[in-house]
């Protein structure tokens, strides 16, 4: 191999480690917004005078983000959204990539009533309409359980055909059972072969781009439901009253366009925060990019 080939890989390789700690640090820093989130917001100054000075402050007024029209530090509602979204997401997606693997692997090791019986799971959860399904979730769940666990679940479920035959199809691109017997007859363990040369380097990058995938739609849907509840008063699906979605920054942001109220800064975080989701995502599935 050329030393012009060792370093455009080697560069690569560098590239691809660079966003994969891209991708960590976002995902650090969600996982901790949510740990340090608090229960409930802060209540708004005691007098209306002092509540009116500290209404609408933006961030280098009141930092890092500005204040509400309560007198209210938007932070609070940033920290809130995460804890809302971010551990059912990272289950979402860990969901999706098992169920991936579980389909890939099947493909190699030729059990047969295995593959026939995700075969038939793909075909009738793929069947049926997400939007539909995730709403009969959302209303079946009680009030006072409410959370985003399930609908993420539901999601994850309701994508995994996609997962699962991409993965089965890149198994049987590999070989499937003939790559598998070709390494046994080279010596190599089942562990080895399936663990490492099956899911590390070659199932590694559909497994974790449908997983970040995953979860960044988990996230947005949240958003969206939440929106939505916001838009018409009503309770979210997604969580209790005493916490505040992300979709909160977003619908002041947006009564700002239309009614004239100084909330440009809570249209910025919130948009903000789309972006890093969205970015978190792209950094890991740059990160597991096949060669």
Known sequence: MSTQVVGAVERAQRIKTLWLIAGIVLLGGLALASWIAPENLSPPPGSFKERMAASYLLPWQRWPFGTDGMGIGLLEYALQGARIVTFPAVVAGLLVSS????????????????DRALQVFTELVGALPR????????????????????????????????????????????GGARFVEALRAHGFDAVRIYVYHIVWLNLRSVLVRQGAEVMMQVVFLEIAMS??????????????????????????????????????????????????VAFMAQAFRMSARAR
Do not use: K, Q
């Open 99 to 114: 169920l991936a693997t579980l389909s890939g692997l099947s493909r190699c090791a030729d059990i047969g009533w295995t």
């Open 227 to 276: 929106y939505l509840a916001a838009a018409r008063n009503e309770p979210s699906f997604t969580h209790g009253d005493n916490l505040h979605s992300w979709a909160s920054l977003l619908y002041d942001g947006y009564t700002s366009l239309v009614g004239g109220v100084p909330m440009y800064h809570a249209l910025g975080l919130g948009l903000g925060l789309v972006f890093v």
């Open 131 to 174: 939007l539909v399904v995730i709403l009969v979730v959302a209303l079946a769940v009680p009030r006072e359980w409410r959370s985003l666990y399930p609908i993420g679940i539901a999601w994850a479920l309701l994508a995994a055909p996609g997962a699962m035959d991409e993965a089965a199809a890149t198994a049987e691109r590999l």
